[in-house]
T-cell receptor, first 116, second 114 residues
Framework: NAGVMQNPRHLVRRRGQEARLRCSPM?????VYWYRQLPEEGLKFMVYLQKENIIDESGMPKERFSAEFPKEGPSILRIQQVVRGDSAAYFCASAPPGQLNTGELFFGEGSRLTVL | AQSVTQLGSHVSVSEGALVLLRCNYS??????LFWYVQYPNQGLQLLLK??????LVKGINGFEAEFKKSETSFHLTKPSAHMSDAAEYFC????????????FGKGTKLSVKP
């Protein structure tokens, strides 16, 4: 059973460009979470999605960031008009249905965005 | 609101010595607590978790943690450090509500000296 798959692992963008990060959850997992890790910081929650629904986006910056989890295909975190402060590691995690209260989250290996 | 504080951003021990990584939490509901480990340029791997029941929780790689409600602590220990334990360790608490997201501490980098 493959784990959480994220791609690209590394992404370099110039200021003003767009970044798209993709996440395929573990098989059978219907809940997807995105976290951002800045240098010397822990992981900060960004958004929680289920298929075709954004459940909680309280951690998402108000502008330039968006996320989706379509009926078919991976979840996508999109950052428009990137700035240097967006440079970070972005982690996706997934969880199976029925274990949200007690189960752990399963993490991908992250996508490391560098903005020049 | 839930929060986690990890005391010490860097901890250094000698190989074979006791490892103690500290975590204190704040939670308005009975907490579910987790320790994750992150090796360089990798994702997070679950070490152990506390949900209910026994307060001493054993995890992988010889690690264990004890939930102490009176001290609001969930410190991670290992009796004898190994070089391969060098990594960053994150304590996390389940966020409020039923959404399942985790709230993480800032992490503690563990170095192991030969």
């Amino acid at each position: 059973n493959a784990g959480v798959m994220q791609n690209p692992r590394h992404l370099v963008r110039r200021r003003g460009q767009e970044a798209r990060l993709r996440c395929s959850p573990m098989k059978g997992h219907s809940h997807v979470y995105w976290y951002r890790q800045l240098p010397e910081e822990g992981l900060k929650f960004m958004v929680y999605l289920q298929k075709e629904n954004i459940i909680d986006e309280s951690g998402m910056p108000k502008e330039r960031f968006s996320a989706e989890f379509p009926k078919e295909g991976p979840s996508i975190l999109r950052i428009q008009q990137v700035v240097r402060g967006d440079s970070a590691a972005y982690f996706c995690a997934s969880a199976p249905p029925g274990q949200l209260n007690t189960g752990e989250l399963f993490f991908g290996e992250g996508s490391r965005l560098t903005v020049l | 609101a839930q929060s986690v504080t990890q005391l010490g951003s860097h901890v250094s021990v000698s190989e074979g010595a006791l490892v103690l990584l500290r975590c204190n939490y704040s939670s308005s509901v009975p907490p579910y607590l987790f320790w994750y480990v992150q090796y360089p340029n990798q994702g997070l791997q679950l070490l152990l978790k506390y949900t209910t029941g026994a307060t001493l929780v054993k995890g992988i790689n010889g690690f264990e943690a004890e939930f102490k409600k009176s001290e609001t602590s969930f410190h991670l220990t290992k009796p004898s450090a190994h070089m391969s334990d060098a990594a960053e360790y994150f304590c996390a608490v389940r966020g409020g509500g039923s959404q399942g997201n985790l709230i993480f501490g800032k992490g503690t980098k563990l170095s192991v000296k030969p």
